[in-house]
C-alpha cells in the first residue's frame, strides 16, 4: 500500500462511506488536494474548515470532542490538521473523523505524505464498529495475530494493538480509548515507499513508543 496522495485519499473515504460506513477508520490518511482554491493557506482552511462543521455536528448532539490541537510535531516531522473531507467522511451513528498530515516531500497538500487518523464515536457508533476494531481479524497468508498491550493516555488505560498485514509483520497500529460517553480510536498505517522500491515510512510504525507519547496531548476540543 503506497503513502497516498491527497485527492486519492478522499476518493476512498467515499468509497468507505458508499459500501460501508462502519469501515471509515480504516480509510487511507489524508483528504483531497486544494481544488480550486490555490494556495496551501486556503487548502488548510477548506479541510480544516471540514472538521469544524463535523465537530458542530457532534456537539449538536450533546458529545464532546477530542483532538491534538492544530498540529504536533514527531520525529522532525511537522503533521497538520485536523482535516476532514467535503462529503464521505461521515461516522455512521455519530462521530468525527479527523487526519493529521506531514508532507515527506513535495509541497503541501500536493507531495507524499505520511499520517495519524483520530475518529471520535459517539455511543451508537462504537456498538456498530467495537467487536471488528477491538477484535481484529489475522490476514492471510500467516495468520499471525494482533498483540495487544496496555498503554496510558493522560492517566487513563487504553489498548494499543499492533495488527500485522500481508507481507508486514507491522502494518497498523491502533490505540483505543474509552472516554464515556464517546471511545477514541486513534491509527497509524505503515504506508508504503516514498520513492520506488525504498522502504516503508511511518514515525509511529517505526516507534510505538512515540505513537503512545503523541497521544498524551490528546484533549478536549477547543481547548
Do not use: C, H
Not at 490476514?139 to 495487544?148: A, L
Not at 497509524?188 to 515507499?193: D, F, N, T, V
Amino acid at each position: 500500500m503506497s503513502i497516498r496522495s491527497v485527492r486519492a485519499a478522499a476518493l476512498l473515504k467515499l468509497g468507505a462511506s458508499l459500501l460501508a460506513l462502519a469501515a471509515v477508520v480504516a480509510v487511507v490518511f489524508l483528504i483531497n488536494r486544494g481544488g480550486d482554491s490555490g494556495g496551501d493557506d486556503d487548502s488548510d482552511q477548506q479541510f480544516y474548515g471540514y472538521f469544524l462543521r463535523d465537530v458542530e455536528a457532534m456537539q449538536e448532539m450533546g458529545l464532546p470532542v477530542y483532538w491534538l490541537g492544530r498540529g504536533f510535531t514527531a520525529e522532525g516531522l511537522s503533521f497538520q490538521g485536523p482535516y476532514g473531507v467535503g462529503f464521505g467522511g461521515e461516522v455512521e451513528g455519530g462521530g468525527v473523523n479527523m487526519d493529521y498530515v506531514a508532507w515527506l516531500d513535495g509541497t503541501p497538500f500536493e507531495g507524499t505524505n505520511t499520517g495519524l487518523e483520530i475518529t471520535i464515536y459517539g455511543p451508537n457508533a462504537w456498538e456498530r464498529v467495537k467487536d471488528r476494531l477491538l477484535n481484529p481479524r489475522s490476514p492471510p497468508p500467516g495468520n499471525v495475530k494482533p498483540t495487544r498491550r496496555t498503554v496510558a493516555v493522560g492517566g487513563r488505560e487504553a489498548d494499543l494493538l499492533s495488527i500485522p498485514e500481508v507481507n508486514r509483520p507491522l502494518g497498523r497500529l491502533r490505540l483505543v480509548l474509552e472516554l464515556d460517553p464517546i471511545v477514541v480510536v486513534a491509527e497509524a498505517a505503515s504506508g508504503g515507499p516514498v520513492t520506488p522500491g525504498g522502504p516503508d515510512y511511518s514515525p509511529f510504525i517505526n516507534d510505538p513508543d512515540l505513537f503512545v507519547q503523541v497521544m498524551q496531548d490528546l484533549r478536549p476540543y477547543p481547548e
